[in-house]
Structures are given as structure tokens and as C-alpha cells.
């Protein structure tokens, strides 16, 4: 029996949305252009498609090619550090974007993604993320298949650099983060400074919306006194709403703080130690999470 149309369609929604995520760093994106892609797939004599999973990646990648031109304009003039709009994992908030998208969206290879050209990023995700043969992405490209090999292999050299030697028990991520996000509302600076590793950075982006750093702080001491010097202000000891969550595989905690402000906090924990914080309060990236509070209530 035939699968129909549509069926066959949302049997790869995820791993579309997935793909055009990792290319473009925004759910909102990622949601239009696989909402273009079955657009398209509707116009199509979809009897006659021999890989509907092939054709479909097809489709979302020259889609992402397109924007990203735009993109890229843009992030040139973005005010501070850039992160990727986060992606929430937690059933029982039923707004966030799907839960089961194939593979690895840390934010460290989010970031890694954002140093390629354009060409190499998708060369990269075809190709290690989606398992495309070169063949087939030559064709998505409009390259050769060797240009597609280079392109696939400075891509994946690059986004090596920054893929963690060992990983961390999730029971181990939740006590440290437990322990983290209790120091950060009591200001309490030394504690903070003892969980973060020497060179820890912390990536904390307002796009120039609403207060955060400007540039990435280093150090786990300069780290520590910005966060006692926001908790003095009276911005994180009380929240209004608060829960803990995994923001792009991370463990992590959706806020609302005491100034108002809704944000994501994510924590990137190597050997014991928290090696990078990822804080989102642009209010442009948090537009598909910010019914939470209201939707899911005050579990803190």
C-alpha cells in the first residue's frame, strides 16, 4: 500500500528541521524552510521520487543556502556574542521544538558550524550528519564530487577542534549544574570560581535587545565576579520562574529573572569542571519558548 503524501512527508520532518537548524542556527528558520520545503514536495509528482528522504534534504539544503547569504549579512552587524537559538529537550513542555532530532546540536558545534562558508557547512552535515553520499551532494552543491570531498574535509577538521576528549555521566552534568545554578543566585563568588575550569568562557547574547556581557568573557575568575556582581543587583536571587531543562543537549535552566528578562542558561561540563556558559536573553530567540512560564507553571 502506498504511504500517502503527507504521511510521507512527516516521516521526515524531524531530520529535516534537524538539517536546516544546523544550517541556520534558528528554529524559527529551520521551521520556515521545511514549511517551504512541503510547499514544494505538494507541487511535486511525488510517485516518480525514488528517495523521498534524499530528495527532501535536497530541497532544505538550497533553501538554507539561499538565507544564509542574509544571515551571514546580518551577523556581521550583530551587537555581542552570537549563539544559536536554543533548542529545548524536556516532554513535558509541549512547545518545544521536536525533541527527536538526529544527532549531535550541542552549541559548541553550533559555533563550529558558524566559522564554514556556507558550502562547507552543508558539504559537512550532508555528508557526517545525514550519511549522503558525495555523489549526491555534488548535486545539491552544483560542485564536482572532489570539490565536495575538500569542502567535506576542511569542515570536519575544523569542527574536530572542538569536540570534548571524554564525556560526563548525566548524573555527574546534574549535580555540578544543581550546585552552579545555587552559587549563581546566592552571588556567592568563590563557589562559583572553584566549579568553572581556568579558562572557562562565558557567551552571553542580548543582541544589543537587552543587557549582557558585549564580548566573551575569559577566565574563571572574571566569570565569577560578573555573576556576583549581577546577583548583588538583585537580578537572579528571586527568580520569577525557573526550570531546569537540556537547552541543545546541555544541562541547563530556562528563567525568568528578577529583571524581567527570560533567558537560557546552558553549561558545557568537561572533567568535572564548566568549561563554557551559554547565556540566551535576546528576546528575538526566545520567541518559540516564551509562553513557557504561563504554559507549564511554577514548578520552582
Not at 577538521?157 to 546534574?174: G, I, L, W
Amino acid at each position: 500500500m502506498a504511504i500517502p503524501e503527507n504521511d510521507l512527508f512527516e516521516q521526515h520532518r524531524a531530520r529535516l528541521f534537524g538539517l536546516a537548524y544546523r544550517m541556520m542556527g534558528s528554529v524559527a528558520d529551520a521551521e520556515d524552510i521545511v514549511q517551504d520545503a512541503y510547499l514544494r514536495w505538494r507541487r511535486v509528482e511525488f510517485e516518480t521520487v525514488g528517495n523521498p528522504g534524499g530528495f527532501l534534504s535536497k530541497v532544505v539544503s538550497r533553501l538554507c543556502l539561499d538565507r544564509l547569504k542574509e544571515a551571514r549579512r546580518r551577523r556581521e552587524v550583530y551587537v555581542g556574542p552570537w549563539l544559536p537559538e536554543p533548542v529545548i529537550n524536556d516532554p513535558a513542555l509541549a512547545e518545544t521544538p521536536p525533541d527527536d532530532v538526529a544527532g549531535d546540536i550541542s552549541i559548541a558545534l553550533m559555533l563550529a558550524l558558524e566559522r564554514l562558508s556556507p558550502l562547507e557547512r552543508a558539504a559537512f552535515l550532508l555528508r557526517d550528519v545525514f550519511d549522503m553520499d558525495f555523489k549526491e551532494i555534488a548535486a545539491v552543491l552544483d560542485r564536482n564530487e572532489t570539490a565536495c570531498r575538500q569542502l567535506a574535509s576542511r569542515a570536519r577538521a575544523n569542527v574536530r577542534k572542538d569536540k570534548p576528549r571524554f564525556t560526563v555521566s548525566p548524573e555527574e552534568n546534574a549535580k555540578i549544574a544543581d550546585a552552579f545554578f545555587t552559587a549563581l543566585r546566592s552571588g556567592e563568588a568563590g563557589a562559583l570560581r572553584d566549579m568553572l575550569a581556568a579558562e572557562a568562557t562565558l557567551h552571553s547574547d542580548g543582541g544589543g535587545r537587552v543587557p549582557a556581557a558585549r564580548n566573551i568573557l575569559l577566565g574563571a575568575d572574571r566569570i565569577a565576579r560578573f555573576f556576583a556582581g549581577y546577583a548583588r543587583k538583585g537580578y537572579l536571587a528571586k527568580p520569577q520562574w525557573k526550570r531546569r531543562v537540556f537547552i541543545n543537549g546541555l544541562p541547563g535552566e530556562i528563567s525568568l529573572n528578577g529583571d524581567g528578562v527570560l533567558q537560557t542558561a546552558a553549561l558545557d561540563i568537561r572533567g568535572g569542571r564548566i568549561a563554557a556558559i551559554y547565556v540566551t536573553r535576546n528576546p528575538d530567540k526566545l520567541r518559540h519558548i516564551a509562553s513557557l512560564p504561563e504554559s507549564a507553571g511554577r514548578p520552582n
